[in-house]
């Protein structure tokens, strides 16, 4: 398992929600020194998405979430040791910083990969893809911008597709297509890597908001 390295300064991309405090909309000019496009992903985990798509789009910025800290440093490590000044992780909830946090019509990209399934009908209720998320990403996005997701849960997947389709400013489009992987980092993300090694089947699904 990878272990975080108390010796690696990465507060250039790791933000303290304690340094941001009470719950006014975040400023991605402030957080990336310009008006660049912003892509959010939810559920960041250990990096390797942010890591990818911020190497090959230096000119966006990538803001992750991930409520699990130990996750939030060694994904906020990865993009240190890469050199990549163009991500920004915060380690908190989501779904609070979603609904209350994000500037309206402010998101080129939204990406949801491998949210926790929650399999126990109990927990279901604390599932992160729900109705105020649903809500919470179409104000965020701009007109035009895209919503990804992807599971391995075809449950859950089901769920998720419900969800966007009962909004119909969210118009399906073909998933960004998917290679054939050369090396470890040539995945979607940790889990995606795993599941296809594994022969499992990943179910993904993109969308383009067209509020008009």
């Known amino acids: 398992m990878t272990r975080p390295r108390a010796d690696l300064d990465v507060s250039s991309t790791l933000l303290d929600p304690a340094d941001h405090p009470g719950d006014d909309p975040l400023s991605w ?3 990336f020194g310009d008006d660049r496009p912003v892509v959010l992903e939810i559920g960041s985990g250990k990096g390797l998405f942010l890591a990818n798509a911020a190497a090959a789009r230096p000119d966006h910025g990538f803001f992750g979430i991930e409520i699990a800290k130990k ?7 990865r993009i240190v040791k890469a050199g990549l000044t163009n991500v920004r992780l915060w380690p908190a909830d989501a779904g609070r910083l979603m609904e ?6 402010s998101l080129r990209e939204v990406h949801v990969y491998f949210p926790d399934p929650w399999w126990k009908k109990r927990h279901k209720k604390r599932r992160v893809f729900n109705e105020t998320l649903m809500a919470s990403i179409a104000r965020g996005l701009v007109p035009g911008g895209e919503l990804h997701v992807a599971t391995d849960v075809e449950e859950y997947f089901g769920v998720i597709r419900e969800l966007i389709a009962a909004d119909p400013r969210f118009v399906e489009i073909a998933p960004p297509p998917l290679g054939d992987p050369e090396n470890d980092r040539d ?4 889990f995606e890597r795993k599941y296809r ?4 089947p990943v179910y993904r699904a993109s969308y383009r908001y067209r509020p008009d």
Request: no cysteine; glycine share 4%.
């Open 100 to 105: 209350r946090r994000v500037v309206p019509a």
């Open 29 to 31: 000019p402030a957080l």
């Open 71 to 77: 996750y939030a440093r060694v994904a906020a490590e």
């Open 187 to 190: 995945y979607l993300t940790n």
């Open 197 to 200: 090694i594994e022969g499992r």
